[in-house]
């Protein structure tokens, strides 16, 4: 039975990987790592920089990411990209045939709007999965604007873009946390009373922050966003709306 760890590295930033996660690294067989074609060659470069920062000796496979299925509703869609993730994973450890655990590099934590763990669900039979917790977005963002997560007693809602878009804003929610929202989804919304915390490359380097009262941050984000895309071919980026006291 495979031993595999999920090993979250946090947003980016080589600091931000735990005592934990650096140990780990150092004590796996194999590690997997995934290549998301050359717009996006730069996340696999950090990657092994995280492993060089630990000390990793292990043995290094990358693998290439499939495509999803446009074509595909939506639910189809992620099912079956899943479904091939697994089967890649599956093959590239056969090739190896290391004796020992087999890790995976995962971007925040593995716990956290990430499908690692629903991909290893694939698996037959069962891997042993270990799991080491990683800094999620939603910290690097709070700390990067110096805010709390929540209001006194405030109920907080961490949802996606689709989701932000198609149902507006969650009933009871004072805060928001958005993830994997590609379209800015926050303009679907009455910006009255709204207030946003924006960044993109969280703990990076590239770090960009923004924030204001939505009427009015909304448009400069949307427009830093799309330079920021055009300058490094990607982004990864998350946002905070808080509804100001009536």
């Known amino acids: 039975m495979i031993d595999l760890w999920l090993i979250g590295i946090g947003t980016g930033n080589p600091d931000h990987v735990t005592g934990e996660a ?15 074609g050359p717009d996006k060659a730069d996340l696999a470069g950090l990657r092994h920089d995280i492993l060089t920062a630990a000390g990793a000796t292990a043995k290094v496979a990358e693998f290439d990411m499939p495509v999803r299925d446009p074509a595909l509703p939506y639910q189809e869609r992620v099912a079956q990209w899943h479904d091939e993730i697994a089967e890649i994973w599956k093959a590239t450890m056969a090739d190896y045939a290391v004796d020992g655990p087999v890790a995976l590099l995962v971007w925040g934590d593995p716990g956290l709007y990430d499908s690692t763990l629903r991909i290893a669900d694939r698996f037959t039979p ?8 990683g800094v999620t977005a939603l910290q690097a ?16 809602v961490v949802s996606t873009g689709r989701r932000l878009r198609d149902h507006g804003w969650p009933d009871g929610a004072e805060t928001v946390i ?18 946003i915390w924006w960044g993109g490359f969280l703990g990076m380097k590239e770090q960009v ?23 490094h071919g990607w982004i990864m980026d998350t946002y905070l ?3 100001l006291a009536q």
């Open 141 to 156: 963002l709070t700390s990067a604007h110096a805010i709390p997560f929540n209001t006194v007693n405030g109920a907080v």
């Open 22 to 36: 650096q140990k780990a690294l150092r004590e796996a067989a194999l590690i997997l790592v995934p290549r998301k």
């Open 178 to 195: 958005v993830m994997l929202d590609g379209e800015c989804s926050f303009q679907q919304l009455d910006p009255a009373g709204i207030q």
């Open 209 to 231: 922050l923004e924030h204001g009262d939505l009427a009015e941050a909304g448009p400069r984000i949307v427009a830093t966003r799309a330079a920021a895309r055009e300058a």
């Open 241 to 243: 709306l808080r509804k």
């Open 126 to 133: 069962k891997p042993n999965i270990r799991v080491v917790p």
